[in-house]
């Protein structure tokens, strides 16, 4: 390709609202333009780095014998009405009606339309098992898209279902996708995580999640700094330490705590510690109302909550529906309500709590001799430092961004739709189904949060628009410019993918958009070549240049790689 005829707008006004890394540098380097919010063209570079990135799932895909189908994206609503979906998925759901008032759904994800396809097609054990995959556009009503096409209304993914006769069979070809995704990420070149994870509006038993580390990422994720331990901090679990103060028990105290509702103000006002709080959460429970106390320094993990208890409706309650005003609710005298503590709090002596009275806490609180939980569960967000739940070791919070997620689906869809088969011994059994995908456009943006500098993008070779970037010094020199065309002919015949920068065009403007751009490889060829039949080869990720004489260029092109 030559820089004369690329579709190459560069963009040097940023709007105000990129916050991503990634995102300014595909805007700047046009790869991406915005249409509106949370939609975006992809433009020829940014379309060939999606374009490598699916062929490197495609092939992965194929290699464990999944094969590929295209679904549609408009879905009839009756197909979400009989698994639920259709109201629980809520308003990232785009709805529409046609010209004869039937409801349809664009697609965030396709288990109901896959479900419908296994339902009409499959109805004997000896069908199973298989696995079909697609690569198609998905839409989400997001309230808030933020990142660029890292959370976007409309994105590429990609995804595998598998279905099976027994749970044995789920287990053999999770784990199969599950080593599968592995070398998919390994190849395109990102730094990751697998963590166990919570299956969300998706469903399922069993999940783990492939997160690409990166300080932009809007997922946290927990691991072991001493063995494979690793979850989301949704999922993540800790091993509890209960460190006991030495104090002695003083009376209880009435404190006045004028508007000071966080835990932040309550703990400078009094000059205690934020550890010293006892902080109280009312949630409702499957319709129940439950106070959940946390020190002050920790979060109620309600996702936990909802796995202890057994129940999957969990949410704070509002101001109004509380005899206490929020931010002054407290243990002692909370009538109505199941009180369960994490057992952390077994080490505070002379806590504060809210009084259950605006603007007031009482301090000096202790449990047993002051109030006593119904029960005592580990219910708070695991935090950086905490002990790991299977060797001890500290554990490390990092943020990323979830690229993959695989689920174990079991019989969620299968049964409510109807899509069974007959066993060996004629018995009908709902298929069991696995559910495997991949953020395909997410993860243009999210190489590019692991790979860039001051300059612009530094792409891994195997997923770069382009591997090398031949750039002339000076085009109106004809020595330079008939070897960089006798180059530019010979490396593309030899089947690398170059780019020619044959623009009239100052050296310091070739330089720069070499380097926003990421090509891999840069050939300089300027003054060093006229006098000496010397050029300069650079790898975009190292600092150091290597000169060689014209003749060893193919022989060394590979080792610079």
Not at 92 to 114: Q, S, V, W
Request: charged content about 25%.
């Amino acid at each position: 390709m030559r820089m004369s005829q690329l579709f190459y707008y560069p963009q040097k006004e940023i709007p105000r609202d990129v916050e991503a890394i990634s995102h300014m540098l595909m805007i700047k380097s046009c790869m991406i333009e915005r249409v509106a919010s949370g939609i975006y063209d992809f433009l020829p570079l940014g379309f060939r780095v999606l374009k490598k990135i699916e062929d490197i799932i495609r092939r992965e895909m194929l290699a464990i014998g999944a094969q590929e189908v295209l679904l549609p994206a408009l879905h009839p609503s009756e197909l979400w009405k009989m698994t639920g979906r259709w109201d629980e998925y809520g308003e990232e759901l785009f709805k529409l009606t046609d010209r004869h008032n039937r409801m349809m759904c664009l697609g965030p994800t396709h288990e109901e339309i896959i479900t419908a396809l296994i339902r009409a097609k499959i109805n004997s054990y000896r069908q199973l098992p298989f696995m079909l995959f697609q690569i198609q556009t998905k839409f989400r009503d997001e309230p808030r898209p933020r990142f660029g096409i890292i959370r976007s209304r409309e994105f590429i993914m990609k995804d595998l279902y598998s279905f099976h006769a027994d749970e044995e069979s789920l287990d053999e070809g999770y784990y199969k996708v599950y080593h599968a995704y592995k070398n998919i990420f390994d190849a395109i070149g990102l730094e990751y995580k697998i963590v166990e994870a919570e299956s969300g509006p998706i469903g399922g038993d069993v999940s783990h999640e492939f997160v690409i580390i990166a300080e932009s990422g809007e997922d946290e994720i927990a691991y072991c700094s001493s063995c494979s331990y690793s979850a989301t901090t949704e999922k993540a679990e800790y091993k509890p330490l209960i460190v006991e103060d030495s104090e002695d028990l003083l009376p209880v105290e009435k404190v006045y705590t004028p508007g000071l509702k966080s835990v932040e103000e309550v703990s400078r006002y009094l000059n205690v510690p934020p550890s010293k709080l006892i902080k109280t959460v009312i949630i409702k429970a499957d319709g129940r109302n439950i106070a959940l106390l946390v020190r002050g320094d920790s979060e109620v993990n309600l996702n936990k909550v909802g796995e202890h208890l057994g129940v999957k409706n969990v949410a704070l309650v509002e101001d109004t529906e509380t005899s206490a005003p929020l931010g002054f609710v407290g243990p002692l005298g909370l009538s109505g309500v199941e009180i369960i503590a994490d057992p952390e709090i077994k080490g505070i002596r002379n806590g504060v709590v809210g009084a259950n009275e605006a603007d007031y806490h009482f301090r000096n609180v202790n449990i047993g001799r002051d109030f006593e939980p119904a029960r005592f569960l580990p219910i708070r967000k695991v935090k950086k430092g905490d002990l790991c739940p299977r060797c001890g070791g500290e554990l490390i919070i990092s943020k990323g961004i979830e690229a993959g997620h695989i689920f174990k689906l079991g019989t969620k869809y299968s049964e409510p739709m109807g899509a069974v088969f007959q066993t060996a011994t004629g018995q009908l059994k709902p298929v069991i189904m696995g559910c495997y995908g991949i953020g395909v456009s997410r993860l243009v943006a999210a190489s590019i949060e692991q790979n860039n500098d001051k300059n612009g993008i530094i792409w891994p070779r195997n997923i770069a628009p382009y591997e090398i970037y031949i750039l002339p010094t000076d085009w109106n020199n004809q020595t330079i410019r008939s070897f960089a065309e006798s180059l530019y002919n010979e490396l593309s015949g030899k089947g690398y993918e170059v780019i020619l920068d044959d623009r009239d065009e100052r050296a310091g403007v070739k330089f720069m958009d070499a380097d926003l751009l990421g090509i891999p490889l840069r050939i300089t060829i300027g003054n060093k070549f006229i006098k000496s039949g010397i050029v300069e080869i650079k790898n975009r990720r190292k600092p150091d240049t290597i000169e060689v004489s014209s003749e060893e260029i193919l022989d060394r092109i590979e080792e610079v790689f």
